[in-house]
């Protein structure tokens, strides 16, 4: 008997919950030793960056002043970062990493992008205003191509201003 894509996807697909997401989470995260927070950050529009920051006022980088922050790549999560925060935190005074939206316990607001450079905005326009939210002057990041795109979007506004 053949087999429709939706009597399929019933087959496999788990319904759930943001409680069960929260819970699932927390069992992950539970693996780090080093001491940490986690906090959903308003950024504006009713929506939240899920974020985990660790403290270390003993930090071994020399350049404390810098927050490093964590950022996945797309359909991840921070859990992706789990086997690195406790030696990153041992180096850092700040470490955050943070979902991006639509990922992960952060929120997942419509996506309207139809171009490239409209999806490049939505997620650089997030990370922006959570980085303000925050109170962060400097910060590295530590990821691929959201980097880039924030590093060059930051550039173009930076020399047009001018």
């Not at 019933?10 to 927070?37: C, G, H």
């Not at 171009?115 to 691929?144: C, H, N, P, Y």
Request: net charge positive; charged share 20%.
């Amino acid at each position: 008997m053949m087999t429709t894509f939706r009597e399929w996807l019933r087959q496999i697909w788990i319904p759930t919950s943001s409680t069960k997401l929260a819970e699932a989470e927390q069992r992950v995260l539970s693996f780090i030793r080093f001491p940490f927070e986690q906090n959903q950050i308003p950024i504006g529009d009713d929506l939240t960056i899920n974020t985990l920051h660790t403290y270390n006022p003993e930090a071994r980088q020399s350049n404390k002043r810098s927050p490093l922050v964590l950022l996945h790549g797309f359909g991840a999560g921070i859990g992706f970062w789990l086997l690195n925060i406790d030696a990153l935190a041992q180096q850092y005074e700040h470490v955050y990493a943070i979902d991006l939206l639509g990922c992960g316990r952060s929120s997942r607001p419509r996506f309207r992008a139809k171009t490239s450079e409209e999806a490049e905005r939505f997620f650089v326009d997030a990370l922006e205003r959570w980085r303000i939210q925050l109170k962060l002057d400097k910060m590295i990041l530590l990821g691929k191509y959201i980097y880039i795109i924030y590093k060059n979007i930051l550039n173009f506004i930076f020399m047009n201003l001018f």
